[in-house]
């Protein structure tokens, strides 16, 4: 593991993170004591070389490496590491912004493109689906998955839940709103970076 100070004072990292708007906890990042109780606990460490403790000790290292490393995206936001902190820190939170810090820097544009379908259905349906690249994985583990895929609206029917899509003028102001806050310019930029390597 390569460690990177991103300057001569760490916890200006830390301090960076806390104070981004996606963080709940008031300076939970600063009051850990490194007990492991988030690791202990978390789903995603059990299977992966992913370790919430670790994540944390690299934050308040000032570590900036981490923004390019694999284990951030193991993270899938259970909150059970929130849940059982006991300084009230979230190391999904900041799994959160360590991702958006890599986004925004252009590093994650690989991991993200694989999941433009859901960005997609999200702009062109104003609803999320699973991206078409999933179906044959799903198909292998799910039994039964294609056929209920393919018979949804018919079952919907039949328990009155209504049209599956919204209407075109929801779609159209729901594609407003996303070009309108730049997610369909980013979108773009995903796509095209990885569509350039190509």
């Not at 075109?168 to 730049?182: F, H, K, M, Q, R």
């Amino acid at each position: 593991m390569n460690k990177e100070l991103i300057n001569n004072n760490p916890i200006e990292f830390a301090v960076d993170i806390i104070s981004h708007d996606k963080n709940t906890k008031e300076n939970g990042v600063l009051k850990c004591v490194q007990c492991g109780m988030c690791t202990s606990t978390c789903p995603a460490a059990r299977h992966s070389s992913y370790n919430p403790r670790d994540i944390i000790e690299r934050v308040l290292n000032g570590d900036e490496a981490i923004l390019e490393e694999e284990d951030i995206w193991n993270c899938f936001y259970c909150y059970t590491c929130h849940s059982v902190c006991p300084v009230g820190n979230s190391v999904c939170e900041i799994n959160q912004i360590l991702k958006q810090n890599a986004i925004s820097k252009g590093i994650a544009y690989e991991k993200l493109y694989d999941y433009l379908g859901f960005a997609d259905s999200y702009f062109n349906a104003a609803i999320g689906a699973i991206p078409e690249a999933f179906f044959e994985d799903i198909k292998d583990d799910v039994d039964g998955w294609w056929e209920f895929r393919q018979d949804l609206v018919d079952i919907r029917n039949k328990l009155n839940l209504g049209p599956l899509f919204p209407s075109e003028d929801v779609i159209d102001e729901v594609s407003i709103i996303l070009t309108n806050t730049g997610f369909k310019s980013r979108m773009d930029e995903i796509r095209k970076s990885q569509e350039d390597k190509i």
